[in-house]
């Protein structure tokens, strides 16, 4: 079986003109000369480099397809007929107290001072691709309604039309990162955070001295890599006068927009964009201490890791440096992953997947807890859409992970709400909306809620916060649903116990009981009773 089919793909816009293809390349069965199209072998003859990645850029974002032996669907929950654990204390469990509205959803994460959030999923970091930019005030306001964490990612300052920098080559001034700051802060009350990310240009620019001195901002994140690709961030810009600014500030530019036949290819319509990559991080235990106290030193009262779907190795690094540094949470990343812009091979055949990087992520983290020494909380990302995966994958970490980091699932409800609002106003509204109704507050189901909690400030909230804030509401309800069903009313008290493997290969891979072993012991003691 093949796990993915190359060559083809809606998000490089190619196919295939063979109903049979070959497994392992994609290549049609019967290649024709004079083929008008459009596998990506035929489009990169006279595209090149641009068929790397999925487009149209800023217009999309892309999530890989490749379909791995194991993941969170070979998991099930158990359910339970008796029992209620994290009740309130004093509560005595019975029918009238075990009522699955009254599940608490709430989780915190931090070495020392702990960050709330209503319910156990953040953002991933929305950093410099075009799609974070043009809708961060639906994600930012959503995620501070929402009560969750928003990670504002890599780059802001540096792609920043009006970066200003000092006499020292430091940000004195980004407008664009000043604005990401404070639309979170307008509607942000105890729950979540926003925190700013942090690669290798970025620690050159000095934003992280930036964002604490203007702004105090109290959390920062290292970044070693994603899971969606084990290189520098990534972004296209469709202009030879930014390309020439971005490889003034420092970052690398391809192709070269000082070259003559670049200018010329550009001049004549042939190259379109330009593609802006940051450098390779490269990680030493010393290195990687010594940032972390520096980031103390400057005023941070956390510090956080990202970390991606690299080898083994670099896994145990970030956990073992982790506990040493004391960090505040280790975000890691599992393969495919998406994003708004990475290279589409890249993202399918590269990186430990998820399921495998968490299995081995609880192993590596109960080893240091055997000698005795405490592992940062850890979020997962990688893949995660919808409540019951998140439940799992807060089952298998237990009782290390706290969270589950999102990507594209927490982007597509801003981007919804936000075409409403525009559909609204043009009166061009789809069938698929209208037949809810025609007003925002016939359409969407958690308006008035908002409205009743800002009475005075309602027509401050775009849209597409309310959509995120609409899907956070239905992410709480499925898990708190879930929970009941594993009589558990706190996220405290979930455990791997609430989980059965359906394959054995699930087993093998995760430690979690195969489903006709699960209980066994428990199941045939009432038996032979």
């Known amino acids: 079986m093949n796990l ?3 060559n083809a793909s809606d998000a490089t816009g190619t196919s295939n003109r063979s109903r049979d293809v070959v497994p392992m390349s994609g290549i049609c069965s019967r290649c024709v000369d004079g083929c008008k199209g459009s596998c990506e072998i035929w489009l990169s003859s006279f595209r090149g480099r641009e068929v790397l990645y999925p487009g149209p850029y800023g217009e999309i974002t892309a ?3 490749k379909n791995y032996p194991v993941d969170f669907s070979h998991l099930n929950i158990q359910g339970y007929a008796r029992g209620a654990k994290g009740l309130p204390e004093g509560v005595e469990a019975d029918p009238d107290t075990a009522l699955f509205p009254d599940v608490d959803t709430r989780t915190e994460y931090g070495w020392g001072i702990k960050v709330p959030m209503r319910v156990p999923i953040f953002t991933g970091a929305l950093g410099s691709t075009e799609s974070a930019r043009a809708n961060w005030e639906h994600f930012a306001i959503g995620a501070a309604l929402s009560g969750i964490t928003l990670v504002c990612g890599e780059n802001v ?15 004195s001034r980004s407008p664009e990162m000043d604005r990401r700051i404070e639309t979170y802060r307008q509607f942000h009350d105890r729950y979540g955070e926003l925190l700013v990310q942090m690669n290798v240009e970025d620690t050159r620019l000095g934003t992280a001295e930036y964002v604490s001195s203007k702004h105090n901002l109290e959390t920062i994140e290292l970044k070693w890599g994603q899971g969606a690709k084990c290189i520098g961030g990534e972004i296209k810009v469709g202009s030879l006068g930014q390309a020439n600014q971005l490889k003034d500030r420092g970052y690398i530019v391809l192709p070269d ?16 964009e ?6 390779l991080g490269f990680v030493t235990r010393e290195g990687f201490l010594e940032e972390v106290d520096r980031l103390r030193d400057i005023g941070f009262k956390r510090v956080t890791l990202k970390t991606g779907a690299y080898s083994a190795v670099e896994l145990a690094m970030a956990i073992r440096y982790g506990a040493e540094a004391k960090i505040d949470l280790l975000t890691i990343d599992g393969a495919p992953g998406g994003t708004g812009m990475s290279p589409w091979p890249m993202m399918n055949e590269w990186g430990i997947p998820t399921f495998y990087i968490e299995s081995l992520a609880y192993q590596f983290a109960g080893r240091l807890r055997e000698r005795g020494i405490r592992v940062p909380d850890i979020a997962i990302a990688g893949g995660f859409a919808d409540e019951a995966n998140v439940f799992k994958a807060l089952a298998m970490g237990s009782p290390y992970v706290r969270a589950v980091c999102m990507g594209r699932a927490l982007m597509i409800p801003g981007m919804v709400g936000k075409n409403i609002a525009k559909w609204l106003e043009a009166g061009e509204l789809p069938k698929t909306v209208s037949k ?6 016939e359409i969407f189901v958690c308006y008035e809620q908002l409205k009743e909690r800002y009475p005075d400030r309602i027509d401050e909230i775009p849209l597409g916060a309310v959509g995120v804030y609409t899907y956070a509401q239905k992410f709480r309800t499925g898990l708190q ?15 791997r116990s609430d989980l059965m493997a359906l394959t054995e290969e699930a087993e093998a891979v995760s430690g979690i009981p195969y489903v006709m072993r699960a209980y066994r012991d428990a199941a045939e003691a009432i038996l032979d009773s």
């Open 4 to 6: 993915r089919r190359p």
């Open 63 to 65: 999530g890989a397809d």
């Open 157 to 171: 300052c540096g792609v920043d039309p009006g970066l200003e920098l000092g006499h020292d080559g430091k940000v």
């Open 257 to 272: 927009p000082d070259s003559h036949e670049v200018q010329a290819a550009f001049r004549d319509g042939a190259l379109k």
């Open 274 to 279: 330009f593609e802006r990559h940051s450098r």
């Open 436 to 441: 809810y109704g025609r007003t925002r507050e």
């Open 481 to 495: 649903q879930i929970m009941a069903g594993t009589r558990n009313f706190s996220l405290k008290t979930v455990a």
